[in-house]
């Protein structure tokens, strides 16, 4: 597996696609930046913890579109027969894609956090939260985007057509973010809305009424279920920090990417490839 | 005979159509093994089968005395390159980025050759174009300078010369007849332009409905092939006999029928006979082409 990595990462270092995600990454944390500065100005108050969540919503294209368009030209240009061939495993062949993906991911998430390292402590007021807490939440926002890399790994190594891939990948991406979406709005009702009404006698009453929008028991754990485990679920919950249950984020970010990995081997190991 | 690959009954199954149907073919050592067969035949499954692309449903195939369900199989397919249908490079490189990337998945540990190669190929003088500019050509003999790298002993192309113009046919065989001679390269290719495969290959199995039809050399097809005149008698004992006497090549089909590789006398042949109390019924001139054998093989009706 070593060859295929050498033979990938040399590849990876000249691909349009990985510099065109580090520069846009880049620039989203410069615009972090640039928005903590603005709101600065006007008296609103930033932290080093909001700073570092921002990227989430972004960070769920880069691997679909790494996949779509960098694992993609493999089985369009007929590079991944090259290695087969040449008598590499198929279980190699598949990890060192993997690999590949979680680094040019990893590498595209680093260039969001340059900007904001280096400028952001100048601009906030703090982290915000416990040191501690903002680390699981950074490594549970890196394991979301690993899970992601994982299931677009396992897409790319199974659809042999690069734009079906792409836009297979990008639209699932897109549902995601809707579904978690529609979580997310379900979660956020509040439990009471408050009514005004305006008495006869000319006098605004105000009361607090239940809210029937408003998730409870059973259903409001299953909606934070799938809002947790969804990966593109939890790219929202981090944004807009809404995180419940941090560590079983982390813990179903890997299951994905095990389960993903797992059952993408042995499906690639049966594929029939042209 | 030393063999580089042989399949036996081998077997692939697409749900319910069988692209292959038992074959059992045998590619020896140094050959240039010319696998011919129409469109649909077998032909790319077969190889697609032996490169390790697709599993057999059933049967086995032997690469250089590896069975495929061997898990040291990977070591024989180390020795092995191969171009399948389209060549496989990357277009946004140029060839000898192309070949440097091959080079490091074979995990070679440096890139010493890639000059020779590029110029084995004819594709010294690219410089830093892309694939992606190449002819249709080039972008054929650079798949073939990928599948050389390594150094293997057994080459396999599919359909090389399909879509190429005359100027590509002809460098494409001379490189292929050059690997063969040069290095000992074996070479299993398969193509549906017959009378391109007859300017190559060594030893030829014609391939129909995913089974072998047949399995032969050059010189017993040519034999097959070769120009005659195919001589009906009453009795072909006596035809023996003259032929004999006459020194005409010839081989006997049965006892009436036999085939002479020769200009024979009519008049002198006829008179000859019938001292032998022998009659001559029937003479025709055969002049059996390679298409016209594959047709008598594989039955008309369709395009080879």
Redesign the interface.
């Known amino acids: 597996m070593?060859?295929?990595l050498?033979?990938g990462f040399?590849?990876l270092w000249r691909a349009p696609v990985f510099w065109l995600g580090v520069a846009v990454m880049a620039c989203c944390g410069g615009l972090v930046c640039l928005n903590a500065y603005d709101g600065s100005q006007r008296g609103i108050i930033y932290f080093m913890g909001d700073l570092c969540r921002y990227h989430c919503i972004v960070t769920v294209f880069l691997p679909a579109v790494f996949c779509g368009l960098f694992l993609g030209?493999e089985y369009e240009?007929?590079?991944i027969?090259?290695?087969?061939?040449?008598?590499?495993?198929r279980p190699a062949v598949y990890f060192s894609s993997l690999i590949l993906t979680l680094a040019a991911c990893l590498l595209m998430i680093g260039a969001y956090f340059v900007p904001v390292v280096t400028v952001g402590p100048f601009l906030t007021a703090g982290l915000g939260i416990g040191p501690g807490m903002l680390a699981l939440v950074l490594g549970g926002e890196l394991l979301m985007a690993a899970a992601l890399c994982g299931l677009c790994t396992l897409g790319s190594m199974l659809i042999s057509r690069k734009a079906v891939l792409a836009v297979t990948l990008l639209l699932a991406v897109l549902g995601g973010l809707a579904v978690g979406g529609y979580l997310e709005g379900r979660l956020a009702e509040p439990e009471f809305n408050q009514v005004i009404m305006m008495t006869e006698a000319g006098e605004l009453d105000a009361s607090d009424r239940e809210n029937p929008s408003y998730l409870r028991d059973r259903e409001r754990e299953v909606y934070q279920f799938v809002a947790d485990f969804l990966p593109t679920g939890q790219a929202l919950l981090y944004n807009f920090d809404m995180v419940v249950h941090p560590a079983a984020m982390c813990l179903y970010s890997l299951l994905i990417l095990a389960a993903s990995t797992g059952g993408g081997i042995l499906a690639f190991r049966?594929k029939?490839?042209? | 005979m030393e063999y580089v690959l042989q399949t036996v009954k081998l077997t692939k199954r697409y749900r319910q159509f069988n692209a292959l149907n038992g074959l059992t073919m045998n590619v020896p050592r140094g050959a240039i093994y010319g696998l011919v067969g129409r469109n649909g035949a077998g032909k790319t499954t077969l190889i697609r089968l032996i490169c390790g692309l697709q599993e057999p449903t059933d049967g086995m195939y032997v690469l250089y005395g590896r069975k495929h369900t061997d898990r040291d199989i990977d070591r024989s397919r180390r020795r092995m390159g191969a171009v399948v249908e389209t060549p496989s490079i990357y277009l946004d490189m140029s060839a000898e980025d192309n070949l440097r990337q091959q080079y490091r998945v074979l995990g070679l540990p440096s890139f010493e050759g890639i000059a020779e190669l590029l110029e084995l190929v004819g594709l010294e003088d690219t410089g830093k174009k892309k694939a992606r500019h190449f002819s249709l050509g080039m972008k054929q003999r650079l798949g073939i300078a990928v599948a050389l790298a390594g150094d293997p002993d057994f080459l396999v192309l599919d359909e090389p010369v399909n879509g190429l113009d005359p100027q590509g046919i002809i460098e494409i065989r001379e490189l292929i007849l050059r690997l063969n001679r040069e290095k000992q390269i074996t070479v299993l290719i398969s193509s549906h332009i017959l009378d391109e495969l007859s300017r190559l290959a060594t030893h030829y199995g014609f391939i129909d409905g995913g089974h072998m039809v047949k399995e032969l050399s050059a010189k017993e097809l040519e034999a097959a092939c070769r120009k005659c005149v195919r001589l009906t008698v009453t009795d072909a004992g006596a035809l023996a006999r003259v032929l004999d006497a006459l020194g005409a090549e010839y081989k006997i089909l049965d006892s009436e029928t036999a085939d002479v590789y020769q200009k024979l006398n009519v008049s002198q042949l006829t008179l000859a006979l019938a001292a032998q109390n022998c009659e001559l019924l029937d003479i025709q001139e055969r002049d059996e082409s390679l298409e016209s054998y594959f047709v008598s093989l594989v039955g008309g009706g369709r395009h080879a």
């Open positions: 070593h060859d295929l050498r033979a040399s590849r030209t240009q007929g590079a027969r090259n290695k087969l061939i040449a008598g590499k495993s049966r029939d490839l042209k």
